[in-house]
């Protein structure tokens, strides 16, 4: 007999404290994050050329280029004809973004779509020996670019750490000393965030196309540095 009382007793205290454990259980859930729309940034940007014998010396030599190697010069036509200088190539750029999110970030995969501003490498050119073109120039260069793209997101409520990272891709519009011209491009890249604040690294690979003094193309490979406010 007294051990089924106990059992009785230990039952209806068991089933009292189930409702209590339940909603404490609710009551420390944790707080989802919530969404942002809008991300402004900051941009540093380190520019590297690429295959750049091809595009754009040999579209403004019109013949093929090659490196060439302990002289004075830094290209050559291939039949030693015209020397060819890059006289500079400037890596340092800035740029400023925005990035708005129609649906939201706040966990998982959203749609993203993303304009910039940024400046195009001064770039410019000396030629030398017959049939040679004239100096090359592309100064005060920016470019305004707008893409869209897939951001996937960690992030944590409050002031808690939290992970980003996007894949964009788009077009832009080329604006120079020299003239107008066109491009396309795309980014990948991916970051931190504390609260609205976050720093991301990306690379951006942009084919550029500019119709002075003759139709030419470059392409250029900014590794970029982005401080980042977000709402």
């Given at each position: 007999m007294n051990i089924r009382n106990l059992l009785l007793a230990s039952l209806v205290v068991f089933g009292c404290a189930l409702p209590a454990a339940a909603q404490e259980a609710r009551d420390y859930a944790p707080s989802k994050p919530r969404?942002?729309?809008?991300?402004?940034?900051?941009?540093?940007?380190?520019?590297?050329?690429?295959?750049?014998?091809?595009?754009?010396?040999?579209?403004?030599?019109?013949?093929?280029?090659?490196?060439?190697?302990?002289?004075?010069?830094?290209?050559?036509?291939?039949?030693?004809q015209i020397r060819i200088d890059v006289v500079e190539f400037r890596k340092r750029n800035r740029a400023a973004s925005v990035a708005i999110y129609p649906l939201g970030l706040s966990v998982g995969t959203t749609l993203g779509i993303r304009g910039s501003i940024e400046e195009v490498p001064t770039i410019r050119i000396n030629f030398e020996g017959p049939d040679a073109p004239a100096p090359y120039e592309l100064t005060d260069g920016r470019a305004y670019d707008i893409g869209a793209g897939l951001y996937v997101a960690d992030r944590s409520a409050g002031w808690g750490l939290g992970s980003q990272a996007f894949v964009v891709g788009g077009i832009g519009r080329l604006k120079s000393d020299q003239g107008e011209g066109s491009r396309v491009f795309a980014e990948g890249g991916g970051g931190l965030s504390v609260g609205p604040f976050g720093v991301q690294i990306a690379v951006k690979f942009a084919w550029n196309k500019m119709n002075e003094p003759v139709e030419h193309r470059f392409l250029t490979v900014p590794v970029t540095l982005r401080g980042t406010l977000s709402f």
């Open positions: 969404r942002q729309f809008v991300t402004v940034s900051i941009d540093w940007l380190n520019t590297q050329r690429l295959h750049f014998a091809s595009h754009p010396l040999e579209d403004l030599v019109g013949r093929e280029v090659a490196a060439a190697q302990l002289e004075d010069y830094d290209y050559r036509t291939r039949d030693e």
